[in-house]
Nanobody, 114 residues
Framework: QVQLVESGGGLVQAGGSLRLSCAAS????????MGWYRQAPGKQRELVAT??????TNYADSVKGRFTISRDNAKEVYLQMNSLKPEDTAVYYC?????????WGQGTQVTVSS
């Protein structure tokens, strides 16, 4: 079993910054990719950023230049979010892709006030 625990969400004014963290534990053998997704009320879950085991990254166009994904070791991933906008308001989910399966955290709320 795989567990993902997120932290770092909260309320911030537009233009501010937040840093999300995600720690993976459990039966982890070979992580292909970790990342962040988000879901705003009434909308589908969407990709924010991913980072592969080799270090390559991918970002949604809407966050390029503002968000940075990084990994401290094989089981922790971070999302530094700068210049936040009200449209970034959503529940942010940590994702781990391993051996053909996706695993999800419980989500952390990010609210950006205008």
């Amino acid at each position: 079993q795989v567990q993902l625990v997120e932290s770092g969400g909260g309320l911030v004014q537009a233009g501010g910054s937040l840093r999300l963290s995600c720690a993976a534990s459990g039966s982890i053998f070979r992580i292909n990719r970790m990342g962040w997704y988000r879901q705003a009320p009434g909308k589908q879950r969407e990709l924010v950023a991913t980072i592969r085991s080799g270090g390559s990254t991918n970002y949604a166009d809407s966050v390029k230049g503002r968000f940075t994904i990084s990994r401290d070791n094989a089981k922790e991933v971070y999302l530094q979010m700068n210049s936040l906008k009200p449209e970034d308001t959503a529940v942010y989910y940590c994702n781990l892709y391993m051996l053909g399966s996706n695993y999800w955290g419980q989500g952390t709320q990010v609210t950006v006030s205008s």
